[in-house]
């Protein structure tokens, strides 16, 4: 069974570091191509990034290119989406996601996501 | 950029009706569209891709149709767990994907 098991809620203040993951199961991780989405609160989906964790090959949004670090560490199948330097617009719902080998730009598995919080 | 317009931005619609959903592409995207469905506190489900081809599990009453830059997604008689929001996705510019707004469908 594919799974992508993301890490957990996290509280931060403004201008903390932060690193959150995900880490796939029941697939080949190397494979596939693995972005990260956000939802701010009440909104909708934004497509972030992607990474393939095979060469660690990422492009960016232009909208989040400098604004966030995408990487992963194949040996332990896990994707990691990471800021130096949150604001408190940074807040929002966190999602990594799978895009279909077949259907390279269709997202078909889905972790369950991961609350950011960020507040003085 | 490709700018995706989903509409309307919310649907009431009675359970057993049915739901005609759109999304329009600033640009052609070909065939390259995927709809998902996210309920409250889930992750988003893909539906459809291909503009038309329904995802692994997913019931025969979701339907895409459109090509180009226009794209209707229909569910055929709505069940009670089909309220939600749903997306769609253009990835024909890959790998700038964009997500339309959103349409959510909830109960007249």
């Known amino acids: 069974e594919v799974q992508l098991v993301q890490s957990g809620a996290e509280v931060k203040k403004p201008g903390e570091s932060l690193k959150i993951s995900c880490k796939g199961s029941g697939y080949s991780f190397t494979s596939y191509w693995i972005g990260w989405v956000r939802q701010m609160p009440g909104k909708g989906l934004e497509w972030m990034g992607i990474?393939?964790?095979?060469?660690?090959?990422?492009r960016y949004s232009p909208s989040f290119q400098g604004q966030v670090t995408i990487s992963a560490d194949k040996s332990i199948s896990t994707a990691y989406l990471q800021w130096s330097s949150l604001k408190a617009s940074d807040t929002a719902m966190y999602y990594c996601?799978?895009?279909?080998?077949?259907?390279?730009?269709?997202?078909?598995?889905w972790g369950q996501g991961t609350l950011v919080t960020v507040s003085s | 950029e490709i700018v995706m317009t989903q509409s309307p931005a919310t649907l009431s619609v009675s359970p057993g009706e049915r739901a005609t959903l759109s999304c329009r592409a600033s640009q052609s995207v070909s065939s390259n569209l995927a709809w998902y469905q996210q309920k409250p506190g889930q992750a988003p489900r893909l539906l459809i891709y291909g503009a038309s081809t329904r995802a692994t599990g997913i019931p025969a009453r979701f339907s895409g149709s459109g090509s180009g830059t226009e794209f209707t997604l229909t569910i055929s008689s709505l069940q009670s767990e089909d309220f939600a929001v749903y997306y769609c996705q253009q990835y024909n510019n890959w790998p700038a994907l964009t997500f339309g707004g959103g349409t959510k469908v909830e109960i007249k």
């Open positions: 996601a799978r895009l279909d080998i077949l259907v390279p730009g269709a997202f078909d598995y």
């Open positions: 990474i393939y964790p095979g060469d660690s090959d990422t």
